[in-house]
């Protein structure tokens, strides 16, 4: 039996629908974000990168880099276990205890990611709830959709940001019926905000629990950088929020924060979070030292919201097909994953501008786009050579702006 036969055709079927994944190997230069060398085919490369998820440079912030090399030194490498043999280390308590300060929550649980906090929390939550049905919000992250799959509860899933179909969907469950509704405050691929608001309204009439990922907000919004839930004044009507160490806060990591008995329930029952390694301590005194400086910090905050809408300010006026988006997060429809690829490749080979191609599953299919991510270093020469660069690129892939972003109206 030729078993690599069976792995080489499952590469070939990504490869015919043009959507096998190139990674570009990089090395970011500390202290000149958002600048960087790519080890291309032909040798290094400097670049600058326009989809990065540091959205706001925090993994390069000197204080930062500082905690962490102070604890490495002081605590050495890893943890030494997993939470409950030997590596709940002190730096890592002192996280949880800023995270739970941070969202106004009795508790916080860290995870070593955002992925495995909402996998195995969502799992674990719904689990724990007697006969408890999840409403899902249609474009929520793989993360939250393998968690549900994995609470083996029922779930339903309500168009994206409807609120009328959620309350449909609420209504025709039994009054009596546990419920827990799950969504995300910004949605990453589009940039648009939910209307959280209206959902705990919905919530409280009908007696479900909520859990919103705030991935993409946390850092970025609300006056002490808790995330959008903050910004709009619901964060203590929400039941449990999700987020990551590893965007805005430059490190990695995720967290959920609730009631103490939820999260101490969480701890004692989460295989995701049982039976893995703790977080090191340098990176937990580095995630800590970023949520202390972005709580008190507005600077970047404001920068990032001005660069984003100078972003798309300029693209809009150079005829580009900018989506609309309410945040930071400025994608750029193409709608066809081979000019996607070809696009991002002539980017970066002629013009050193590093934008990864969006291709479905991450985005529906004939929605491909580049997506991109300005943060408070890139500066207004950045910004123009960006501008100047699309332009060129879509002149020469013969990509029709105005009357393909009609199309997708
Ligand atoms: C990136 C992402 C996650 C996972 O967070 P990591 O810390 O990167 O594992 C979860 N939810 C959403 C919406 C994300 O975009």
Known sequence: MNYDLFFTNALSRLKDEQRYRVFADLERLAGRFPHAIWHS????REVVIWCSNDYLGMGQHPKVIGAMSETAE???????????IAGTNHPLVELEHELGDLHRKQSALVFTSGYVSNQTGIATIARLIPECLILSDELNHNSIIEGVRHSGCEKQVWRHNDVNHLEQMLQRAPQDRSKIIVFETVYSMDGDVAPIGRICDLAEHYGAMTYADEVHAVGMYGARGA??????????????????????????????????????????????FIFTTALPPPICAAATAAIRHLKVSNWERERHQERARRVKALLTA???PVM?????????????????KAASDMLLAEHGIYIQPINYPTVPRGTERLRITPSPYHNDALVQALAGALVNVWARLDLAPRRRAAAAG
Not at 242 to 270: N, P, Q, W
Not at 324 to 340: A, K, M, N, Q, Y
Request: proline fraction near 6%; aromatic fraction near 4%; glycine fraction near 18%.
């Open 41 to 44: 085919p032909d040798g290094r």
């Open 74 to 84: 002081r605590l050495g490498a890893g943890a030494g276990g997993t939470r409950n």
């Open 324 to 340: 609309p988006s309410d945040t930071h997060i400025v994608p750029i429809l193409i709608g066809d994953p081979e000019r996607c």
């Open 227 to 272: 995330g959008m839930a903050e910004r709009h004044g619901v964060m203590d009507r929400i039941d449990v929020l999700e987020g990551t160490l590893a965007k805005a806060f430059g490190c990695i990591g995720g967290y959920i924060a609730g009631s103490t008995a939820l999260i101490d329930a969480v701890r004692s029952y989460a295989p995701g």
């Open 318 to 320: 150079a005829a580009l």
